[in-house]
């Protein structure tokens, strides 16, 4: 029934799938822009909330912005606020999270208790709480979302850290006189690394979902800024009149998101092969 | 396993401590005066320094903690500076709604994860099985505030079968049930899948089909029961989803629950009520994990000698 060699194939192509999404919303992002006829922000008063046409391919918005313009805007954003959190998130969890494992005692302590304050927040809700006090930014939200997000990081290095310790080899360069910092650098950061890399691939797909939930809500990305959230918050008030202002917007996180889902969890099984049943 | 129980709570004490620390630096960390920012710029000195002292705010910051955490202790978070209203009540009068939601929310995610989960682990490998894969990975990457918005545009504006927003009737649960359920769903239906794979693979599923027993029943009464523990698990983790899902779920849909205060508070800048909001969620949180753990412990019960 497990036979690995039947699901195996599938999962390849999920990934594949997966890259290609990803890979084209990323030249879309860098060079949609500049080929595009109509600028973001230029309004169209006259044509506001104009369906899909020949001339706006995705229609017009609430104030006569076309909105396909918009939506390959908005994909810089989400690029910018994916790579930033994963990059900044990525590093100081996995630094925390190795020197806790290696150092134990007081270092493993606070960062653990740190951990364990931070994870009794359930998902966005201390982002919000943040962004609240601090006010609605790309900045702030940037700042939020790497707040919640090296967390995850640093309790996945932590343990992985806390096993390749007792390996041999850690122990052989201890013993030759290797200081903390070359062991943890060059024989126990990258026995994590593998596991990092899914996590950061599915963490791309989290902050990019997480800035589009907190700019639906107005705590994100302010206009006239394009944002796929900010633009669904716009949306919002013409279901009944302009579906078309949700639609696009929507598929475009959707897609994203499924695109690196996708890759994040090619990539785990190629990690692990125990996982491929 | 009153040992495990004592354990499990001792543990839970100073996270509980920490979570209340950081909802109350919260207020202090609004850049410039916090007074300020809640009246907006237009407020008179007189005004602020009332707001103030109410709040107060004048007080050495040792002294706002104590009395922050002692007025936890006797359920006293304060007043709103938007309705007047204790934060205790509005929480309390809104608190029905969300608990509503939830429970619909996760009832809708069960009928439709374990279904699907244990069919494409019957049939893994297939194309059956790659199908509800891909499904509950679509449902992964679906966001709440794109699914819950296409589903009134299709089943409200369109069909006219359902009322957009407002709670009242089973009908204006509906939408929202499965905006937020659907997401938990494709998580669950992961996980039902996973666990019930490894079942399938062990010797007494082997065991019990060579004594006759029918595949379904093999399936369904030997595998399934012993894969409901990780099955549980997830489902409690989920919760808080359910959580962070319901704000912007009940955003959406103008239900009237803990997340849309919260919302509306942030709004209106009133960061006591918003205080309050944060650490009701985060407890509940805390509270429903510590609650999952136990059952844990109670059906496996190696976990407890670990």
């Given at each position: 029934m497990n036979d690995g060699v039947r699901t195996r194939r599938p999962q390849r192509t999920l990934l594949w799938i997966g890259a290609s999404i990803v890979a084209l919303t990323a030249v879309a992002a860098i060079a949609g822009p500049l080929l595009m006829p109509y600028d973001p922000a230029s309004q169209e008063l006259a044509l506001r909330l104009e369906g899909p046409s020949g001339t706006h391919l995705f229609g017009l918005d609430e104030l006569g912005r076309d909105i396909l313009a918009r939506v390959l805007a908005g994909a810089r954003i989400s690029f910018l606020v994916g790579l930033t959190v994963v990059s900044f998130s990525a590093f100081i969890g996995t630094m925390l999270g190795a020197m806790a494992a290696y150092f134990g005692g007081v270092v493993d302590d606070l960062v653990s208790r740190v951990v364990d304050v931070l994870l009794a927040f359930p998902g966005l809700l201390l982002a919000i709480a943040l962004v609240a006090v601090l006010g609605p930014s790309l900045g702030n939200v940037l700042f939020a979302l790497?707040?919640?997000?090296?967390?995850?990081?640093?309790?996945l290095v932590r343990g992985q850290v806390l096993r390749a310790r007792e390996f041999e080899y850690v122990q052989a360069a201890r013993a030759l006189g290797a200081g903390a910092g070359r062991v943890l650098w060059r024989h126990l950061i990258p026995t994590a690394l593998p596991a990092v890399v899914v996590q950061a691939t599915l963490g791309m797909a989290g902050a990019i979902i997480s800035e589009a939930a907190l700019s639906f809500l107005g705590l994100g990305v302010q206009p006239p800024t394009p944002s796929w959230g900010t633009m669904l918050n716009g949306g919002r008030a013409h279901l009944l009149d302009a579906p078309h202002l949700t639609l696009f917007p929507g598929l475009a996180i959707a897609l994203l998101v499924l695109g690196f889902n996708f890759v994040g969890d090619g990539l785990r099984d190629l990690a692990d092969p125990r996982e491929q049943r | 396993?009153?040992?495990?129980?004592?354990?499990?709570?001792?543990?839970?004490?100073?996270?509980?401590?920490?979570?209340?620390?950081?909802?109350?630096?919260?207020?202090?960390?609004?850049?410039?005066?916090?007074?300020?920012?809640?009246?907006?710029?237009?407020?008179?000195p007189q005004d602020i320094d009332t707001l103030r002292e109410r709040l107060g705010l004048n007080r050495p910051l040792y002294v706002q903690y104590a009395s922050f955490m002692n007025g936890i202790v006797r359920g006293d978070l304060g007043t709103s500076i938007r309705t007047n209203q204790t934060v205790t009540s509005a929480i309390a009068e809104r608190m029905p709604a969300t608990a509503e939601l939830a429970a619909a929310s996760m009832t809708v995610a069960i009928l439709i994860a374990i279904p699907l989960g244990i069919l494409a682990a019957v049939r893994a490998g297939t194309s059956v099985d790659h199908v509800a894969t891909t499904l509950a990975l679509l449902g992964i990457s679906m966001p709440t505030f794109w699914l819950g918005p296409l589903l009134a545009i299709v089943f409200s504006v369109s069909l006219g079968w359902l009322p957009v927003s407002g709670r009242g009737t089973l009908a204006h649960l509906v939408?929202?049930?499965?905006t937020l359920g659907a997401p938990l769903a494709a998580g669950l239906a992961r996980m039902t899948r996973a666990s019930l794979i490894e079942e399938l693979g062990e010797l007494y599923v082997l065991a019990a089909r060579a004594r006759g027993v029918s595949r379904v029943r093999a399936v369904l009464k030997h595998a399934f029961r012993n894969?409901?523990?990780p099955i549980v698990t997830v489902l409690g983790l989920q919760f808080g989803a359910v959580l962070t899902g319901a704000v912007i779920t009940e955003t959406i849909f103008a239900w009237p629950g803990i997340g849309r205060l919260l919302i509306q508070s942030i709004s209106a800048?009133?960061?006591?009520?918003?205080?309050?909001?944060?650490l009701l969620i985060a407890v509940t949180y805390v509270s429903v994990n510590l609650l999952v753990d136990l059952a844990y412990g109670f059906l496996d019960p190696r976990i407890r000698y670990e």
């Open positions: 790497t707040i919640i997000g090296w967390v995850g990081y640093a309790r | 396993m009153f040992r495990f129980v004592l354990r499990r709570l001792t543990l839970t004490v100073p996270v509980l401590i920490g979570v209340s620390t950081l909802v109350f630096l919260l207020i202090h960390l609004i850049p410039g005066d916090p007074v300020q920012a809640m009246l907006g710029d237009s407020a008179s939408l929202p049930a499965i894969s409901l523990i800048r009133d960061y006591p009520a918003v205080q309050g909001c944060i």
